[in-house]
């Protein structure tokens, strides 16, 4: 019989009125496979675009679905976020 883990996913809540991301920090454990969805909510601003530097990727939220963000597990580090201003922040941390 085999063990097979399931993704660690987690949700992200980005919301322009409370000015910034709920949870700002997302923590996953090393070597099992990760994934942060973002939830947009209405009038975003700058905050429609999310860039990670460390991952070389940007990301377009869109009101009406989730979008999912792949995080690299293989080593702990941590890996920042921010708006198309970088304004408002966050990271995720492997460990």
Do not use: R
Not at 36 to 41: E, P, Q, T
Not at 67 to 88: H, L, R, W
Request: aromatic fraction near 8%; include cysteine; charged fraction near 30%.
């Amino acid at each position: 019989m085999g063990i097979f883990s399931k993704d660690q996913i987690k949700k992200v809540v980005v919301n322009a009125k409370n000015h910034g991301y709920k949870p700002d920090v997302i923590t996953f454990k090393q070597g099992k496979p990760a994934q942060v969805k973002f939830i947009a909510s209405d009038n975003m601003g700058c905050m429609d675009k999310i860039n990670f530097k460390q991952l070389d990727a940007k990301v377009d939220l869109d009101n009406n679905h989730e979008v999912t963000v792949k995080i690299p597990t293989d080593k702990p580090g941590e890996y920042d976020f921010a708006c198309s201003m970088d304004m408002f922040k966050g990271k995720v941390v492997v460990k």
